[in-house]
Structures are given as C-alpha cells and as structure tokens.
C-alpha cells in the first residue's frame, strides 16, 4: 500500500500562490497517474488535476489556466502550482495515486490525510 503525505498547505489572500507537493512512500509504477481532488465542507470531493508519468495531464474547467500539475524528478514526488487563488479554492487538498485522467474519486486506490488551504481576505 502507497502511502502518500501532502504538505504546502496554508491560508492566503485572494490572488496570491500556494505549491502544494506530496510524496509517496515508494515508486509508483509508471503507469500509474496521480492526482489531486479537494473537498470543501458540505461539498463532494472533486478532482482537480491529474498527472500520469507519460506527462498526460488534466485540469478541471474551474482550475485550468491557472492551477498546474508537475512530476518531480524523483518518481515519487507530486506537485501542484495554484496561482490567482480564489476564496472558492478553499478546501482541504488530498494527493491520490492509482486511478486515470477521468478524475473520478471511486477509480484512486491510495489517498493521503490532505492539507488545508484557505483563500480570504
């Protein structure tokens, strides 16, 4: 079982940055996409953006332009770049690994506890 620890989390005005990166304990094989979803109180998780190692990637309509998904160069290091934050960006962030480019929560077989991220003035 891959475990996965996200970090990078913090609170932040509207229009400024935040990086978000997990890691996993182990390799992950390289056809294995990565993804990040979020979860805001009272709301479904939602997947965000996804990543498989052959450099695919995908963004939902809400984040496309200016959220961005990256490998590290290590196999095991995920990150997410978010830029022109906004206070409907605010949610608790989870890094998941086993699943595709469709983005659907059922479909990710690993997870990580999530670090929060809060946009407001």
């Known amino acids: 079982q891959v475990q996965l620890v996200e970090s990078g989390g913090g609170s932040v005005q509207p229009g400024g940055s935040l990086r978000l990166s997990c890691v996993a304990s182990e390799y992950t094989s390289s056809r294995t996409c990565m993804a990040w979803f979020r979860q805001a109180p009272g709301k479904e998780r939602e997947g965000v953006a996804g990543?498989?190692?052959?450099?695919?990637?995908s963004y939902s309509d809400s984040v496309r332009g200016r959220f961005t998904i990256s490998k590290g160069n290590a196999k095991n290091t995920l990150y997410l770049q978010m830029n022109s934050l906004k206070p409907e960006d605010t949610a608790m962030y989870y890094c998941?690994?086993?699943?595709?480019?469709?983005?659907?929560?059922?479909?990710?077989?690993?997870w990580g506890q999530g670090t929060q991220v809060t946009v407001s003035s």
């Open positions: 998941a690994a086993g699943g595709d480019l469709r983005l659907r929560s059922s479909t990710f077989t690993n």
């Open positions: 990543i498989c190692w052959s450099g695919a990637t």
